[in-house]
């Protein structure tokens, strides 16, 4: 069973906005740091945002800064990662993973989800 499920994948245009969902199966995200990963064909996975359990404190990478932003639900037990000013070299596999380390942003982690599909094309 896949311990995240990641939506709101999809086709946008440059300089568009989506907002990708992340889900758990069986456990509450609120006990674990939650990261985002890309990755693309031909290039290395990157952590591009993650958000810490205990006081929510939020990283992220130089590629995104200022236009994505990672958040939680603790409610709704969901992790958010809202995109704008979408570019096409933002076209990659989105996937959540938990307990990113040795750093914030990975590249290693604990546990992920299957991922969902960012196009960003005209």
């Known amino acids: 069973q896949v311990p995240l499920v990641e939506s709101g994948g999809g086709l946008v245009q440059p300089g568009g906005s989506l907002r990708l969902s992340c889900a758990p199966s069986?456990?509450?995200?609120?006990?674990?740091?939650i990261a985002w990963f890309r990755q693309a064909p031909g290039k290395e996975r990157e952590g591009v945002a993650t958000?810490?359990?205990?006081?929510?404190?939020?990283y992220y990478a130089d590629s995104v800064k200022g236009r994505f932003t990672i958040s939680r639900d603790n409610d709704n037990n969901t992790v958010y990662l809202q995109m704008n000013s979408l570019k096409p070299q933002d076209s990659a596999v989105y996937f959540c993973?938990?307990?990113?380390?040795?750093?914030?942003?990975?590249?290693?982690?604990?546990?992920r989800g299957q991922g969902t599909q960012v196009t960003v094309s005209s």
């Open positions: 993973a938990t307990n990113p380390f040795p750093e914030p942003l990975g590249p290693r982690f604990s546990s």
């Open positions: 958000i810490m359990f205990y006081d929510g404190t939020t």
């Open positions: 069986g456990f509450t995200l609120g006990y674990h740091a």
